[in-house]
């Protein structure tokens, strides 16, 4: 036998031993291996069977070596999952059902896969497996899609994405049938066959939905409303039951704080801090009830002012304070031009400042509105403060003094009332009775403001202002983003900031 046969022979027997192998039944650790794939891709042990018994016509222990490793490789390198897999059997199922239940099941056709699919959709999309993601096409690449979703980028395979068709009636009796393109908070844009329409949501009078040719039962989608983006810490300037989200931290045009725990968080007004009077202001929520429908909360809290200047609260309560213009014991109410002269000389102005501690309570609720569309609360507390105790009055000089006989207790009670227009919108709205307060104009706010006034800058604490010891404002609140929005009302400072700007 020369090496050519030789060759041949060996090719011959390995060959042979290769179909040989082939034929052979399964090993066991193949077996095993596709028990544990089947299982990571979400595949039951009925459903694997399943699929063996309709593509093999026999079980797994019953197959060959290399059909074994086939479905291995197929595992491995996503041909085979719970989707296509599925698939595979859905047709299958389809006619076991209607088998048993000839008489009275109707057979399911497979769900309808998109049709229409185009850069700038945004809305919530369906899809094969029986998941629901929101968000808005970007780009479409030959057979994928990519969805960008509040949880990432994703790119999708075009059949993944089952078609959703509406017929929608609105109140003057016009109907349209069509792809949906795209939904907000106000409006549906439905593709007819005729064109694209947009159909505001307060003019539908009824309509019926189809994902991949099912009907959808749910009526709320109709006119789907979401919850106001604002958890509301304050409303303008008084503070509500909320707390901040766990390690969460906030700024504000005069504070900024952080939320330790979801019972508790700790803020501060950095401008007193930059000059001189650390502070903290610690809220505790202390009962806190959540149902489907409603919320209520209950908080407790306080404000620890290290060195507060004396020329804020004599600007907070400059109609309780009276001034020596004379020179002897006749004591006359205060001019703005008089006290402002006696501040701005008085050298403790500036030092000896004393210890400044308010508490308050508060007390808010949530519920749904009726109509489904949002949320209404409503918010009422108290406070109170030492700026009339008598250690802070021994630090004042002879230029001034408090009336004692008319404002022996400072407080502040509120009620507050917050209500989603839109998903980014709230109307605000505030009365209350305090014997601290004034009423300034724009002009005076916004020096107050920045302390162009002789005042602390970044806070409201002007001696301006015209006394008024009950009063309302109201307004509304914009949510551009999830972490950021601005409000604009009536009473100082008139105009709010807040942004979330850090979250773990």
Do not use: C
């Amino acid at each position: 036998m020369n090496a050519r046969q030789l060759i041949s022979a060996l090719v011959i027997l390995m060959f042979s031993f290769s179909i040989q192998a082939q034929n052979e039944t399964i090993l066991f650790g193949q077996q095993k291996a596709i028990n544990n794939l089947s299982k990571d891709v979400g595949v039951s042990s009925k459903e694997l069977d399943d699929y063996l018994k309709k593509r093999y016509q026999r079980p797994l222990y019953q197959l060959t070596q290399s059909e074994g490793a086939d479905i291995i490789k197929g595992f491995q390198d996503g041909r085979l999952s719970r989707n296509s897999i599925g698939d595979y059997l859905r047709p299958a199922v389809q006619a076991v059902n209607n088998t048993q239940s000839q008489s009275s099941v109707v057979k399911k056709e497979d769900l309808i896969a998109a049709s229409v699919l185009e850069v700038g959709m945004k809305k919530r999309f369906h899809f094969k497996d029986g998941s629901i993601s929101e968000g808005e096409i970007i780009s479409l690449e030959e057979d994928l899609v990519v969805l960008v979703t509040a949880s990432g980028e994703f790119r999708i395979p075009k059949g993944e994405f089952l078609a959703e068709t509406a017929e929608i009636t609105n109140k003057k009796g016009e109907k349209f049938v069509g792809h949906v393109l795209s939904e907000t908070e106000e409006e549906f844009v439905i593709r007819t066959q005729y064109g694209d329409a947009k159909i505001h949501k307060r003019e539908i009078e009824k309509m019926s939905r189809f994902h991949g040719g099912v009907k959808d039962p749910k009526t709320e989608m109709t006119k789907r409303f979401y919850m106001g983006e604002a958890s509301l810490l304050s409303v303008f300037l008084d503070p509500t039951a909320n707390v901040l989200a766990p390690n969460t931290f906030y700024l504000s045009g005069m504070s900024l704080g952080y939320g330790l725990t979801d019972k508790f968080q700790m803020t501060t007004k950095y401008a007193s801090n930059f000059n001189g009077d650390l502070n903290l202001h610690p809220r505790l929520r202390f009962m806190h009830k959540k149902t489907a429908d409603k919320e209520r909360s209950m908080s407790i809290g306080l404000g620890f002012h290290r060195s507060y200047p004396m020329s804020s609260i004599i600007g907070k309560y400059a109609h309780a304070v009276k001034v020596n213009t004379s020179g002897d014991s006749t004591i006359n109410q205060f001019s703005e031009l008089e006290l402002k002269d006696v501040m701005k000389n008085d050298p403790n102005n500036n030092d000896n400042n004393p210890v400044y501690v308010e508490a308050y309570l508060v007390y808010t609720s949530h519920r749904i509105n009726p109509t489904g569309r949002g949320k209404v609360g409503w918010t009422v507390g108290g406070k109170v403060s030492n700026a009339f105790s008598n250690n802070i009055q021994d630090e004042l000089k002879t230029g001034y003094t408090f009336d004692k006989d008319n404002y022996k207790i400072p407080y502040r009670l509120w009620a507050s009332l917050d209500y989603d227009l839109r998903k980014d919108l709230k109307f605000v709205a505030s009365t209350w009775i305090d014997n601290g307060y004034r009423s300034m104009d724009a002009g005076q706010a916004f020096e107050d403001y920045i302390g162009s006034d002789d005042s602390t800058p970044l806070s409201i604490d002007s001696i301006r202002g015209k006394k008024s010891l009950f009063d309302f404002d109201f307004g509304l609140l914009y949510a551009p983003t999830e972490n950021f929005r601005i409000g604009v009302h009536f009473q100082q400072p008139f105009i709010d900031f807040y942004w979330e700007f850090f979250e773990f």
